[in-house]
């Protein structure tokens, strides 16, 4: 295996061989639920139809129809942010390896491997407060948990961290 080897595949990658010094699921935060999503949606289609209703009362009918455009706009951003949901990355650690396995939103994975004795973590902070969380092996660099929030971040970059401690310090059974 080398230092970072990269596979792309539409199949779910081969476990990990216990024992898992680490193995975490990231996925993007979204903090509407599907109900909190339908009231949303509710409330600006009443407010925009009635809106709507006004107008063409009025005699402006055609605001009705952008009124309708707009809710339609407004669910087809929420549906593509959904979409945008399904994407997540996981992180596992074992003996002889450390994989970090991507699947975007239309599903396809991509894995990438480090050799567990080698990686190292950059966590990188900017003055705006916000981190960048790298794993480094051999010249080569590769991004991970940038899903989570910058506090959540340091977190996982200290977890990762004693991980990768633990997993070189253990001794063969």
Known sequence: MTAATVQTADAPAA????????NALL????????????????????????????????GAWPVLGFCG???????W???????????????????GELRVRRV??????RAF???PYWVRLALKENPDKSTHLHLLSHGRTLEVASFLSAPERKDFARALEAALVEQRTARPA
């Open 104 to 109: 975007d939103a239309k599903g396809r994975a």
């Open 77 to 95: 951003a929420f549906r593509a942010n959904y979409r945008a949901a399904r994407a997540h990355e996981t992180v596992q650690l074992s003996d």
């Open 69 to 75: 455009l707009e809710v339609l706009l407004v669910w």
């Open 27 to 58: 996925t993007p935060h979204r903090s509407l639920s599907r109900k909190g999503f339908f009231i949303v949606i509710g409330i600006v289609a009443t407010v925009n139809f009635t809106a709507g209703a006004f107008f063409m009362a009025k």
């Open 15 to 22: 476990p990990l061989a216990p024992p898992l010094y680490f």
């Open 113 to 115: 491997s480090f050799q």
